[in-house]
């Protein structure tokens, strides 16, 4: 169980498009979604806490405005990079939080030309 | 301030032999431990957790050891694997029990 789907696992845009990246729980239910970026070799970097149907809450650093987080459905979260730069390819990788742990979904790898 | 950190960046060793990865951690009042191993492109995958009211707990062939006095965490896999070749890495729980802080991760590297 806990099982944590995203969809792309890869993406390559052009620089200025916007590209939205889907989280999904598939066998359980998380209020709390997480957002992270990678960056090579490095730990994981937590951007964002998502709780369903309402806002999300932004780590310091992290431009709410550039990466959009809509969390409607206990099972749904959906990150959307907008404007994309070449300086925001990286690896993102979610989780869906049930009780404290946190179950992460196979990761996105973002690379804009 | 939280923090996580991990002793050794690499760790080598042969099939069969057991291995341990250490973490020191920073903040006191964590109750709540977890570690992951990360495989090449892939998401983390959950591997076992310990709460601050334990010292050990077992899975199957890996053992999550607590030292509160210290702040150190530790995970022990034995007879290594060559599958479990990864990166290796340890988390918490932030102060307000609400997001987890990674540390900065062992490589772990199994040779036949």
């Known amino acids: 169980g806990a099982v944590v789907s995203q969809h792309p696992s890869r993406v390559i845009c052009k620089s200025g498009t916007s590209v939205k990246i889907e989280c999904r729980s598939l066998d359980f239910q998380a209020t709390t979604m997480f957002w992270y970026r990678q960056f090579p070799k490095q730990s994981l970097m937590l951007m964002a806490t998502s709780n369903e149907g309402s806002k999300a809450t932004y780590e310091q650093g992290v431009e709410k405005d550039k990466f959009l987080i809509n969390h409607a459905s206990l099972t749904l979260s959906t990150l959307t990079v907008t404007s994309a730069h070449p300086e925001d390819s990286s690896f993102y990788i979610c989780s869906g939080g049930r009780e404290e742990t946190q179950y992460f979904g196979p990761g996105t790898r973002l690379l804009v030309l | 301030g939280e923090s996580v950190g991990l002793h050794l960046p690499t760790l080598s060793v042969q099939e069969g032999d057991n291995s341990i990865i250490n973490c020191a951690y920073s903040?006191?009042?964590?109750?709540?431990f977890i570690w992951y191993k990360q495989e090449s492109g892939k998401g983390p995958q959950f591997i076992i957790d310990?709460?601050?009211?334990?010292d050990k707990r077992q899975g199957q062939r890996v053992t999550v050891l607590l030292n509160k006095t210290v702040k150190h965490l530790s995970l022990q896999i034995a007879a290594t694997q060559p599958g479990d070749s990864a990166v290796y890495f340890c988390a918490e729980t932030n102060q307000a029990g609400t997001a987890l802080i990674f540390g900065k991760g062992t490589t772990l590297s199994v040779s036949s």
């Open positions: 903040n006191s009042a964590s109750d709540y």
């Open positions: 310990i709460r601050s009211n334990m």
